[in-house]
Structures are given as C-alpha cells and as structure tokens.
C-alpha cells in the first residue's frame, strides 16, 4: 500500500512541476473578438519554418490566454486575422499583452501585416524589457553617428569603441542570461561590419566573434550573423576546397563533404557549425545548375536521418521540405476546398493540366490581371483547368466574383494550410501543375510579360500544340 501512495505522490509532483513549467500569454485583442489567436515558434533561423504550438478564440470581453511548454528561451509569432507581433518568451515565463490593430495608414500587406504589441507589468529581468531597452540604446547610436560618408572615419570608429566600453559596463553584472549576452555581442558584432577604418579580415572576425563561442540555434541575432558570415561560401574559399565539395556532392556523401570544409580555417574547429553551414551551402548550390538536385537532396535525407546533432536534423529536414514543396518536378501538395459543398483536392484536377492561382480580390492590380487572363482562358480551357484561390474575406462578395469570373473560383479560410504549403506570399501568385500532380512551375508565368515579354499564353501554347500533336500526355 505504501509503495501505491509513494507512487501517487510522486505523479502529484510530477504534474505539479509540469503545470509550473508552462508559459502563458494572456492578452487583450478588442479588434479580433470572436477571431482565433494563434502562437508560433521558429523551427529554426535558416528555414524559418513556423510551427504553431498554442491557439485560443478571442473572448467577447477581448481576452484571450495561450498556454504552452517551451524547451528554451524562444521568438514567439503572435498571429491573429492577418495581423502578426513577436515577441521573446522564456520557459515558464507568464507575460500580459496588447495585440492591437493594423495602423489605418498601413498598407494591406496580403502575406500579414505586422502591429505593435505592448506589454504590461513587463520586470526588468525579463528577456524582453532587455532587449527592447538595449535595442533603442543602439539605435540611438546608429542614427546619431553613423552615415555612409562617416563610416570610414576616425570619428565615427572612435565613437563606436565608446559605445562599445558604455554597453559593456552597463552590463557587467548580467551574465546569467545566455540569450541576451549572444543578443548583445552580435548586434555589436553587426555594428563591427558598418565601418572599414581598423576594420577586421574575415579571420580575425571568426576568432573574436565565433571561434569559441557555442553555435546558439534559436538566438536570432547569433543566427542572422553566422549566416551573413558564411553566405555564398564556396566561390570564396580555396578552390581545391571547393572541387572536393563538388566530388562530395556528385557522391552524395556528407562525411566527404565535411572532410573538405574542415580545411576552411572558419570551419575547421567546431563539427557542429561545420555540419550546420554544410546544410546551408547546399541549400544555396541546390539551384545552381551545376550541381545534381537529387544528390542533395540525398545528403539532406542522410543527415536528417543519421546526424549526430539533434539541432541539424530538424534544420536538414525543414531544408529537404523548403526544396521539394514547390520545385519544378517535385509532387504538388495536396489540399483541402471546399466549393458549394463539394471537396475538391489535387486529384479532383489530375487528367489535365492545372492552373492554381492565388488572388487578392480587393486589389485593383489583382483584378486588372483577371481580366487579362479571361481571352487566355477562353483559348486553352479545353486543356487546362483554371481555379481561384483567395483567403475568406466578409467585404468580398463570392457570388459576384463567381459571375463575373469564368473560371472556378474558391473562398478558402485563411487557416487553411493550402496558403502555407504553396508558399503564397504575394498576390496574385500563380502555379502550373501537370497532369499527373508534379509541379511544372512555381511561380509559374501570368498575364503580364515577364522579363523576357512572356506570358503563361505561351506556355498554355506549348502544351496545347504537344496535346495535339500526341506527346503531351505524359511529364
């Protein structure tokens, strides 16, 4: 009996401990009554991969609460409507907000517009009350000393050393928080690339500001840095270097490709920032058309199945996902819509061509396109389906746009992962699939001549003229 109730207790504690480990958000948002809030975290800071961990619906009374567990001090989204703030949260932490309304004077971005969160009762000590404090101390800085016509100058250089001893002493005693002393040192470090006069090579810059400091994943500050540092790395390293690479791509090795960047001196300490920027070079290589996209995307899949370090992983899988959801010849994402009660997915539109396109109906831009597109439609509709896609909008009236228009056209909630999962960012944004479900062009070409004067005209000419002629039945 008494091993039971030992037992009992010991869950008791447990649960107690879980329960005091959650973080919370609890807000007021008197412009989304009724609407959904939504919480995300970053995956990481080379994809940008969201994923959302808590929602709640915004009460009548304007409030709303967000609950969830956090491994590690995090950026957190707040997204409500089309509207998103950020903001830094610790584990445990419990934090009191505003999340206001899109500023009238803003133009409507359809991607999300983003407000300005307050915070109440925010203490000193918390993660955000630092950060905003030292950020507007920096950017007083900037805006009082630095132009582009002083930065090569002793003024501005002996005035950046100041600032620097100023933060330093002001932060002596805070040492604990690892989070803010990354944010600290390389926002100072970004402050480092503005001037030239006494300015350090790229070697000296890695053994001040990267050597032997522990390669920190969710510090955005830290990650922004370490990505500008090593951006486009292969056309700037030693040659032999570089062909050893290449030789490591074409055979989809991972170990021969690391073996060859730890000759690069910025790389040759630390595996882990190694194995990190190796994802990276890879991800910028992947459209180069040098180099083989199946064999990276094979060494991607190695280390996200094999690697040693859990934080690669996860980066080497959000990659793998970020190249294959929209690239030529890659499988089109499947989708959910529904259309006057029926549901229609991807295979609802196979056996013909598919022309999916994204739209803002309350921008005149956007319309003035439709109706550029409706004599292309009137040509090719035998061979291609055309369908509309636009988020759900009160102030837009459905049965109008379906007369006036003459293709397909879907009212589609903004939840709907269709958004997210054909990476619409902008409006209108249109993509060509083929019969068979495989992605043809994402973007693909519009009514309005690109560059190069062509249109989605031509292409829909193309397919027609190998429809006709017998080989345009296969990819």
Known sequence: MNRYLILFFISIASLQLHAQSLTEINGYAPAYIGKEMEVYQISDFITMREERIASSTVKADSTFSLVFNLDETRKLILKSGNNKASMFANPAGKYEVLFQEKNKYDTYNPSGNF???????????????????????????????YTKHNADSKFFVARLDTFKMAVEKYYHADTIDRYFNY????????????????????YEKYDFYIKSTPTYYQNEVYMDYITHFYEKLLPRINSEINNQVYLGIVKSSPSA?????????????????????MLKTLSECFYEKDYPQTNI?????????????????????????????????????????????????????????????????????????MNLLKPIYERYKENINFVMVYKENPGVDLAKLKNELPWKVISS??????????????YPYYVLIDPFGYVVNAPALGPIPNGAYDTIDKTFFLIQKALKEGNGSDR
């Open 413 to 426: 909630k903004e939840s709907n992962s269709i958004f997210k999962n054909y990476n619409v960012a902008n």
């Open 297 to 369: 995307l094979t060494i991607l899949d190695s280390v996200a199945r094999f690697g040693k370090y859990p934080e690669n992983k996860i980066i080497a899988q959000n990659l793998h996902f970020r190249l294959t959801e929209l690239t030529q010849g890659a499988k089109a994402p499947d989708f959910l819509l529904k259309d006057e009660g029926t549901d229609l997915t991807l295979p609802s539109f196979q056996k013909k061509y598919f022309y999916l396109f994204f739209v803002d109906p309350t921008s005149l831009d956007n319309m003035k396109q």
């Open 115 to 145: 407000v300005e969160l307050i915070f109440f009762n925010l203490g000193k000590e918390d993660i955000n009350y630092k950060i905003l404090e030292f950020n507007r101390w920096n950017d007083e800085f900037v805006a009082t000393y």
């Open 257 to 277: 490709i690391n073996r060859a960047l730890s000759r690069e001196y910025t790389l040759s300490k630390q595996y882990k920032l190694r194995e990190l920027i």
């Open 183 to 202: 944010h600290r040192k390389y926002t100072i470090a970004k402050l480092d690339d503005l001037r030239f006069i006494g300015n350090r090579n790229q």
